[in-house]
T-cell receptor
Framework: AQKVTQAQTEISVVEKEDVTLDCVYETRDTTYYLFWYKQPPSGELVFLIRRNSFDEQNEISGRYSWNFQKSTSSFNFTITASQVVDSAVYFCALSESANTGNQFYFGTGTSLTVIP | ETGITQTPRHLVMGMTNKKSLKCEQHLGHNAMYWYKQSAKKPLELMFVYNFKEQTENNSVPSRFSPECPNSSHLFLHLHTLQPEDSALYLC??????????????????FGAGTRLSVL
């Protein structure tokens, strides 16, 4: 079974619209980490955020915000007032405490296109 | 600039060729990783090196051979590849500390990747 599910394969929005990218994870660990990465056309994955399982506070960074809900095993990412530069593939990832190799489990990614 | 350089950025090779991918990190990290990214699939972890020792090999075929001569450099040697090996190969690094019960789960930083095409 996939540990990280990003059900939205592709999303298109018009510039200045808000958009939420969904991430659902599965783990039996009580201690784990969740991440979001952005992959622009240039290829490199750019780190956006890391949360640990004990910190359920929502976080806002500029136009980005993250909603962590342990009750639904979700870690959703919202971009407010989207811009063309936000067009990229976004990946959610999970790392479990029992995993001594620091393995990340990535979702399949959501491709976001922001139309000017 | 992520602090991780991968060369070459693009590589086309025949199935009988031998080539190597190179990754160099300037972040002072002590763990390095190779990932394979294929279309419509999650990133697949291939190899992990912690403190220059290989700690993970996720059932990767022997036609892929990693080498980590020091904590700043990581290579992936390729030989007798198949067309299905065509993908984006990403290198990552992190600063991991060995603590009781396992490694600290630190952020992985990625290079821009090598786009490999096997003909």
């Amino acid at each position: 079974a996939q540990k990280v599910t990003q059900a939205q394969t592709e999303i298109s929005v018009v510039e200045k619209e808000d958009v939420t990218l969904d991430c659902v994870y599965e783990t039996r660990d009580t201690t784990y980490y969740l991440f979001w990465y952005k992959q622009p056309p240039s290829g490199e994955l750019v780190f956006l955020i890391r949360r640990n399982s004990f910190d359920e506070q929502n976080e806002i960074s500029g136009r980005y915000s993250w909603n962590f809900q342990k009750s639904t095993s979700s870690f959703n990412f919202t971009i407010t007032a989207s811009q063309v530069v936000d067009s990229a593939v976004y990946f959610c990832a999970l790392s479990e405490s029992a995993n001594t190799g620091n393995q990340f489990y990535f979702g399949t990614g959501t491709s976001l296109t922001v139309i000017p | 600039e992520t602090g991780i350089t991968q060369t070459p950025r693009h590589l086309v090779m025949g199935m009988t060729n031998k080539k190597s991918l190179k990754c160099e990190q300037h972040l002072g990290h002590n763990a390095m990783y190779w990932y394979k990214q294929s279309a419509k699939k999650p990133l697949e972890l291939m190899f992990v090196y912690n403190f220059k020792e290989q700690t993970e090999n996720n059932s990767v075929p022997s036609r892929f051979s990693p080498e980590c001569p020091n904590s700043s450099h990581l290579f992936l040697h390729l030989h007798t590849l198949q067309p299905e090996d065509s993908a984006l190969y990403l290198c990552a690094s992190s600063q991991d500390s060995r603590r009781r019960g396992g490694l600290a789960k630190n952020i992985q930083y990625f290079g821009a990747g090598t786009r490999l095409s096997v003909l």
